[in-house]
């Protein structure tokens, strides 16, 4: 089976379910949320990716021309782990957030379950204006089907400072970056070492635990976060480390290639809480920015969905050739897997 359809399959596999998830009618037309927002003037956003300020301001602009609005856009790229825990925190008071993102399956799961994140009719009220909706709606998981849609496949690879290695003596797998000669010289995320609880679905518990003692054992520059394992590389702290296709392109000085043997693949999804200050701007926001809108941020830093045909593309079939496989969530049961993953790792990490 080529890896594109695997992924495909991946992310629209049928998984278990919070409660009783349901998509609700449509209570308002496209023409009446676009008065909505018109009113309320305001949007509030919190989204990771794309993180370059002129990437947003591109965004905002051509956002309000589509439309003619004059919304004031407060973009800042937070993390949405760090939102989604303030949102819960503060549960039951005013909203502080429109639009969140880029998080993954986990991220909306936790909202989901406490009533802060439900599902909305995106295609009754929007398919006729942005008919590309259906490409950010249908990858959804069934489980969190409605609940936000996605923009992106984050896609973890091999990154390098071009300055400091050629491109032939990078490492082709995690598991090179275990050999002696890596000692202290690569950078990965100090949380839970992302992505490595992914490797669980093919390695299995035992073998994966003791792939995070071995790359502990090789004494790894620890940074918070795939974007600051990114900033490490691109500055000299480490010559290779684990990163991102989409965060490793927004930087001149790095080269990228995913792994030759695993690719482990996410997913990046855009959304709107239940207590969104401008609930009409942030619903017209986020499904033009699914739709319309990735086309801009593209122009300005990588972030593909696979299947649009972008290099990534061409990248993971490469990768097919040399017999590689994609490993990811197909399910919320993955989710809530790869987890408890995440917490066992994190307990190797404090011993």
């Not at 080529?2 to 023409?31: H, N, Q, V």
């Not at 295609?123 to 990858?139: G, H, K, Q, R, T």
């Not at 990078?170 to 990965?188: I, M, N, Q, T």
């Not at 299947?307 to 490993?327: H, N």
């Amino acid at each position: 089976m080529r890896l594109l359809t695997m992924m495909k399959t991946m992310l629209c596999a049928t998984g278990i379910t919070l409660g009783a998830i349901t998509m609700p009618a449509s209570s308002a037309s496209f023409e009446e949320v676009l008065e909505g927002a018109k009113k309320e003037g305001k949007l509030f956003v919190l989204v990771s990716s794309p993180g370059k300020p002129e990437t947003h301001q591109a965004l905002a602009k051509a956002f309000n021309e589509r439309f003619g609005l004059s919304i004031q856009v407060e973009w800042t790229a937070t993390n949405p782990v760090q939102t989604g825990s303030k949102l819960i925190a503060e549960q039951g008071g005013a909203g502080f957030v429109d639009v969140i993102g880029a998080g993954g399956n986990q991220e909306m799961a936790v909202l989901v379950e406490r009533g802060i994140l439900k599902p909305w009719p995106w295609a009754d009220v929007f398919s006729d204006e942005l008919p590309e909706i259906s490409a950010a709606i249908d990858p959804v998981i069934d489980d969190l089907k409605g609940t936000g849609l996605l923009i992106a496949h984050n896609i973890y690879g091999m990154a390098w400072n071009k300055d400091l290695i050629a491109d032939e003596d990078v490492p082709d797998s995690y598991a090179d970056l275990l050999k002696p000669e890596w000692a202290g010289r690569f950078a990965v995320n100090a949380f839970s070492l992302n992505p490595v609880d992914y490797y669980s679905f093919v390695l299995g518990e035992d073998e994966t635990l003791q792939m995070a003692r071995d790359i502990l054992e090789n004494q790894p520059v620890l940074e918070r976060g795939t974007g600051a394992v990114t900033r490490a590389i691109s500055v000299g702290q480490a010559e290779v480390g684990i990163s991102s296709f989409h965060q490793a392109g927004r930087v001149d000085n790095l080269g990228f290639k995913m792994f030759s043997d695993y690719v482990p693949i996410g997913v990046l999804h855009v959304y709107v809480p239940e207590t969104a200050p401008n609930p009409n701007a942030a619903r017209l926001f986020t499904a033009w920015f699914a739709t319309e809108g990735m086309k801009i941020v593209n122009e300005h830093e990588p972030m593909p969905r696979l299947g649009d045909g972008s290099s990534a593309d061409a990248m993971l079939a490469a990768v097919e050739k040399g017999g590689g496989k994609v490993i990811g969530e197909m399910s919320l049961a993955d989710t809530n897997s790869a987890a408890e993953m995440r917490n066992r790792i994190s307990e190797i990490m404090t011993e």
